[in-house]
């Protein structure tokens, strides 16, 4: 019976440290814890910080293609050299395609569905080419870019489209 009331007396005084231990355990795993996402936290944040110039950057850069290869200001840039309308076409289609491959790394900055919208309005710009020079085959190259210049005033073009998604996505940003 001696042997028991001494286990007990060991036990009653074990009893507490290991409570003890296990509560710091438990709070020190809390602590650590709670730590390290703070940590990560401010890490986030400053490279937060260091990249939103270089995104504001391509979204003006995106903004500046959208504007270049906008119908309206395309057809009015870009002059056609002969009266053939298959040499003009081709003269347009090259320019959104160059404009476009000078800015295509910009999709790394941008999310895929902004990248997606601008890459649409490309295409869809040169679709309606193809259509109006199809319409305007027995014309002159000036003929086309009458037809197309009346299609898009009355109608609002993928480009600009593209660009209230773009303005929409930036004012997320803040």
Known sequence: ??????????????????????????????????????????????????????????????????????????LVRVKPYSEAVDEYEALLIQNIEQEFDHNVTQQIYVTPECWNLINAAKNATIHIIRQGSMHEKDNNADALREYLLRNFMEEVTPSQKALAYIKKEVAELF
């Open 1 to 74: 019976m001696e042997e028991l009331t001494q286990i007990l007396s060991y036990v009653a005084y074990l009893l507490p440290a290991v409570v003890v231990g296990i509560i710091a355990y438990y709070f020190f795993k809390g602590h650590t814890a709670n730590e390290e996402g703070r940590r990560r936290y401010l890490i986030q944040k400053e490279a937060q910080n260091k990249i939103l110039p270089t995104r504001l950057q391509a979204y003006e850069r995106l903004t500046l293609l959208l504007e270049r290869i906008d119908p309206n200001k395309l």
